[in-house]
């Protein structure tokens, strides 16, 4: 996939496009993937378990969000154990935790809501992670919100912009964004997801992008629904396509996203606003029912070495969470600050967790007001 | 005398023939069963994929689901139906209803004019015309949908002509309800041409003439000829676009920039977001019953319409 299709391919869902945008670095880097080193200081991969690894799990994923080589190798490594991935994308909760429930699948890739929910629902198996001493090597931050499975991909929500189609203007929080809009109003883009857009808010308006007050929720209402005459739209794809031809000058959008813009056009910038970002954080989890937990928990193990983290990550083009896969990581990854921001920015970054079955609907019940309003 | 032997001969011969019973053709005896068998695929057909699924929709709209793991319970509540009665609910139904309508209308009136243009024209010119009004359905819906964001947007070949005319400032109309608009009459507009053009193709070109001999205008004649003989085109082709406008929920979503919430997008929500499958059977039914009153009401109409 192109860059070019990507940011016209109008049929693939919100959640997918952000991570298949993230996805068009990962093919600039694939030549590079044959330079990765073949060694692995940090991984624990062979041993004794390979003797009992056995089976086939079957993986519920998004199109191509794997590495390339990741599948193939992790069959030579364990011949009698394989991944079976079945591309199943949706950026649904529900959907999620349906397929938790319908033992089709062994595990899924899951974000942090989604695993929050199905561990509240009982739909999950714990890993035993003394069988992936390979966790080590994931951010202790990521590790502690994702305590499912195994973390594999985050996204930061922030604001890209033109400064030359807003005076020159220089944005550096959500305070300026919302000061911003009604100027230059039909110029402005917000994301089309609830957690992501009424999160972002809450950054805005000083609470926590988790919350779960009433209050808090009438006061993120309140703010879209003040500035939603002056916005051109609510999007969940291209979402800043608008800022490479100048028909957007504002957008609230993921961070992959604008790296992916800024290769279009460099006036473009991007904004980690100073109130704080809402941010999803993804992994693999296993399922409940599985029969096949073996063979994930190597599968997982696996996956962490830095040599095939960094499979992953050049595919994808994510984020990543893993240090010691920097030197195997495309430097168009991890030069890139947008990408890889540092351990202060990660600290005014608040994931997406499960609200609960009250907070999820009073979180539904806000958006749909918004979006009648 | 012989006219007058002539015409007795005739009138026997007319006479004798009505004397015979007629001939009519008698269908083959079919015993209850035989035709219970034969009726049986129409029945499992129709039960399986609209009674059956129909009547799940209406005992899930009285269920309730658990927000964890997203069991369903059948408890019989109406709270769905009482949840629905909030102000937020209703308006979105009555912002789906007034755009359905308007949409339809515009349909209707701009189906009209092109339906008679094509009836009017040579046989050729009329295959030629209807194989471009049925082209669009050659490309996908999606696409053809997305088309227009491109054709719309700041800066895209509509905002460019326009500024090309002189007018200044932008023409944005992309991401607003009027947006909807277009969509929804665009990809209902061949919906409409087609049951339209089939009544109008079906009048008989002498009544025109007779029309004209006993020297009605041009306007009489399209008022006393045309108008009622398209009726029974005009009602179908509103009902084939009325229907799935109301509900229409890709059009909206695409070129409504989410900014607009609509009956087929909160339906939506509930099935393939919330998991709310009981309140989203609710809407379902509620929907339906607002469709089933319109064409109601629309059927009430037409026979009044055709005798006139």
């Given amino acids: 996939m192109t860059d070019s299709t990507l940011l016209n391919d109008p049929l693939t869902r919100g959640a997918l496009l952000r991570r298949a945008g993230a996805g068009a670095f990962g093919l600039s880097a694939a030549s590079l993937l044959a330079a990765c080193g073949s060694s692995s200081s940090s991984g624990s991969t062979g041993g004794s378990a390979s003797d009992v690894v056995a089976g086939q799990a079957i993986l519920s994923n998004y199109p191509g969000w794997m590495g390339k080589d990741n599948l193939a190798a992790f069959h030579a490594q364990y011949p009698q154990a394989s991944i079976k991935m079945i591309s199943n994308a949706t950026s649904s909760t529900a959907e999620v935790v349906l397929q938790f429930k319908s033992k089709q699948y062994d595990f899924l890739l899951a974000d942090t809501s989604d695993a929050g929910q199905a561990a509240d629902a009982d739909l999950i198996t714990q890993i035993d992670w003394s069988k992936v001493p390979n966790i080590a090597n994931i951010s202790d931050k990521f590790r502690k919100a994702y305590p499912w499975g195994l973390p594999t991909d985050y996204g930061k929500v922030g604001i890209a912009y033109r400064p030359d189609l807003i005076g020159n203007a220089t944005i550096t929080s959500w305070h300026d964004l919302w000061e911003l809009i009604p100027r230059y109003s039909g110029q402005t883009v917000f994301i089309d997801l609830e957690r992501d857009c009424m999160g972002s808010t809450c950054k805005y308006l000083g609470f926590s992008s988790n919350t779960t007050s009433a209050d808090d929720m009438q006061k993120v209402q309140d703010a879209i629904t003040s500035v939603k005459p002056h916005l051109k739209a609510f999007l969940n794809t291209n979402i800043g396509a608008g800022l490479i031809n100048g028909s957007t000058a504002m957008a609230m959008d993921w961070d992959y996203d604008v790296a992916l813009l800024q290769q279009k056009n460099d006036k473009i910038k991007w904004v980690l606003p100073e109130e704080g970002v809402h941010a999803y954080l993804e992994g693999f989890t296993a399922v409940q029912s599985t029969s096949k937990i073996a063979v994930i928990e190597a599968f997982l193990n696996f996956l962490a070495t830095p040599k095939q983290y960094a499979d992953f990550v050049n595919t994808t083009g994510t984020a990543y969470m893993m240090p010691k896969a920097t030197p195997l990581v495309e430097k168009s990854i991890s030069q890139n600050p947008i990408l890889v921001p540092t351990d202060e920015v990660l600290a005014k970054t608040e994931f997406d967790k499960y609200l609960g079955a009250d907070g999820a609907t009073l979180w539904s019940n806000t958006w749909n007001a918004i979006k009648a309003a | ?308």
């Fill in chain 2, 1 to 308: 005398m012989e006219r007058d032997q002539g015409g007795v001969a005739v009138q026997q011969a007319v006479t004798s023939e009505s004397a015979q019973p007629p001939r009519r053709w008698r269908r083959p005896a079919v015993g209850g069963l035989s035709r219970l068998a034969l009726l049986l695929p129409t029945l499992v057909i129709t039960a399986l994929f609209f009674v059956i699924p129909l009547v799940l929709i209406a005992v899930y709209s009285f269920g309730t689901v658990n927000q964890v793991n997203f069991d369903v319970y059948f408890g019989w509540t109406t709270q769905n139906y009482r949840d629905f009665t909030s102000a937020l609910y209703v308006h979105t139904l009555a912002r789906s209803v007034v755009l359905s309508l308007s949409t339809t209308l515009s349909c209707a009136v701009l189906g009209f004019i092109f339906a008679y243009f094509i009836s009017r024209q040579p046989p050729r010119a009329q295959q030629l015309l209807l194989v471009a009004v049925i082209i669009p359905f050659w490309t996908s819906f999606i696409v053809r949908t997305y088309a227009w964001v491109d054709l719309l947007q700041n800066l895209g070949p509509v905002d460019r002509f326009a500024r090309a005319l002189g007018l200044h400032g932008h023409i944005d109309i992309l991401y607003t309800p009027y947006s909807i608009g277009i969509g929804i009459l665009y990809s209902y507009l061949p919906l409409m041409i087609l049951p339209i053009y089939v009544s109008l193709e079906r009048i008989d070109p002498a009544l025109y003439d007779a029309a004209a001999d006993l020297g009605a205008t041009p306007f009489r004649q399209f008022r006393r000829v045309v108008l009622p003989h398209a009726v029974p085109g005009l009602i179908a082709g509103i009902i084939i676009v009325g229907v799935p406008a109301l509900g229409e929920y890709v059009i909206p979503e695409i070129l409504g920039g989410g900014k607009t919430l609509m009956a087929g997008n909160l339906l939506a929500n509930q099935f393939l977001e919330t998991g709310n499958y009981p309140f989203g059977s609710a809407l379902a039914v509620t929907v339906m019953v607002v469709l089933m009153a319109l064409l109601f009401l629309l059927r009430k109409a037409q026979p009044a319409a055709e005798v006139q």
